[in-house]
């Protein structure tokens, strides 16, 4: 890309013209745009993440204490219930993983359901291309060993990519298959839009080339495909011509191990350990914002353990509490309003190191990484919303159950910001 710039030179009667090759300086502005808009997306995510966790904490909290209570048909509607949390949890967690990108987490994942929850997440973009879909799925599980958030985001961005080849077809199609072919598992992506011109081909994966134009894409999203496929043992490939339509194709490796599914009303009832009776007046502080989440915990607590729970809805007030009384726990929140809960840490940390000692936080979402890594080395374990009973009982019960002197504090877990099966911060 050149500046060309002219001017007349008066003294000799000549004309004067400038090239600049100013490649370089579009490619800086467009990376620094770019870096702002990102910086603006995690931003925007995590404040979204954040809010709606805390919504269906006590969704999926009280649908599983009153699984507990409950006959075997009330279990059952609280099936669906916590099975709709989790899929709106996943829907999170992917919203998460497209700002900002985590290392591969393989375990088995179904193809099939890879295509069918691409499908319905793109659900209204698909709806306003006015294409017809088809879904030629296999019967039978199609399963490999990959990340299945990535995959995921690498079949959303093949869909979005065939949507914008069709735009404008009269009649646009879109299919989404899967198959097996000698222990290959693959899952692909066709449609009957414009095409890719053979000269193109080779060039596609490369990062920032595109033929969309900057106003409908960055040249990024089919080398992110190309980059989480490759990082996940797999390999993807394009078959097109110019006008006639594109075909990718997404291989992995077949694996026999069946992928975990998630049926509503058929996981067991979550087991509770027998209440064990703590020291009278021991007492566990729970600092929330969220009126609902603290009535959760209150009960979370009590059933487990039976102690007394106080409450506070941010950190000022949780100060006053802990200047007054003995508590053999702290569960703070990290993300409200006054004082949040690192600045509360901090604060007692400086006036009772023992008390800091006794610090667990739980979080929607973390915020920035500078807080996750102040977070890690403090060393104070982190319980993402929404949190399961047992996940409560297994990272509280050691602080509560040491008021006893059942335990002492070098049993308590010792562990930061880390990343659990599902994908989420603990």
């Not at 030179?9 to 808009?37: M, P, S, W, Y």
């Not at 995959?151 to 080849?165: F, P, T």
């Not at 409908?216 to 006639?244: P, Y």
């Not at 600092?287 to 941010?314: I, K, P, Y």
Request: proline share 5%; glycine share 8%; with cysteine.
């Amino acid at each position: 890309m050149f500046r060309c710039s002219t001017g007349w030179i008066n003294e000799t009667g000549q004309i004067c013209a400038c090239l600049d090759d100013i490649t370089d300086q579009r490619l800086l502005e467009r990376n620094v745009l770019r870096q702002e808009k990102q910086t603006l997306l995690d931003t925007l995510v995590g404040g979204i993440a954040h809010e709606l966790n805390n919504k269906l904490t006590p969704v999926q909290g009280f649908a599983e204490l009153l699984s507990l209570e409950g006959n075997e048909e009330s279990r059952r509607y609280t099936g669906y219930i916590k099975k709709s949390t989790a899929e709106a949890v996943n829907i999170i967690r992917q919203l998460l993983q497209l700002s900002k990108p985590s290392a591969p987490l393989p375990q088995a994942v179904d193809l099939r359901q890879i295509a069918e929850e691409t499908i319905g997440m793109l659900r209204f973009q698909i709806r306003e291309s006015r294409c017809q879909v088809r879904a030629l799925l296999d019967s039978s599980p199609v399963c490999v060993i990959a990340d299945a958030a990535q995959l995921k985001q690498v079949a959303i961005n093949l869909v979005l990519n065939a949507l914008h080849a069709i735009e404008g077809r009269p009649e646009g199609m879109l299919s989404l298959e899967t198959h097996v072919t000698g222990g290959t598992a693959s899952l692909i992506v066709a449609d009957n839009g414009c095409g890719i011109p053979r000269e193109n081909q080779s060039r596609i994966f490369d990062p920032f080339f595109t033929t969309k134009g900057h106003e409908k894409g960055s040249g990024l999203g089919l080398s992110i495909c190309f980059s989480i496929v490759s990082q996940n043992h797999g390999e993807i490939t394009v078959e097109s011509d110019a006008g006639a339509g594109a075909r990718f194709t997404v291989s992995f490796p077949q694996t026999d191990t069946p992928a975990v599914l998630f049926a509503p009303g058929a996981e067991p009832v979550p087991s509770v350990p027998a209440l064990r009776a703590v020291p009278q007046g021991t007492r566990v502080l729970v600092v929330e914002d969220e009126e609902v989440v603290r009535c959760l915990l209150q009960e979370m607590m009590r059933t487990s353990f039976g102690c007394q729970v106080d409450v506070a809805v941010n950190g000022a007030e949780a100060l006053t509490a802990l200047q007054n009384r003995e508590y053999a726990l702290v569960l703070s929140d990290i993300r409200m309003p006054v004082m949040n809960g690192p600045e509360l840490y901090r604060k007692v940390l400086a006036q009772s190191p023992e008390t800091a000692r006794r610090f667990v936080f739980m979080t929607g979402h973390p915020g920035g990484q500078h807080l996750e890594e102040q977070i890690t080395r403090w060393k104070i374990p982190v319980v993402a919303k929404p949190f399961s009973i047992g996940r409560i009982t297994e990272v509280c019960g050691p602080f509560v159950r040491a008021a006893s002197g059942e335990e002492t504090h070098r049993q308590v877990p010792d562990h930061g910001f880390s990343r659990d099966q599902a994908g989420g911060v603990f």
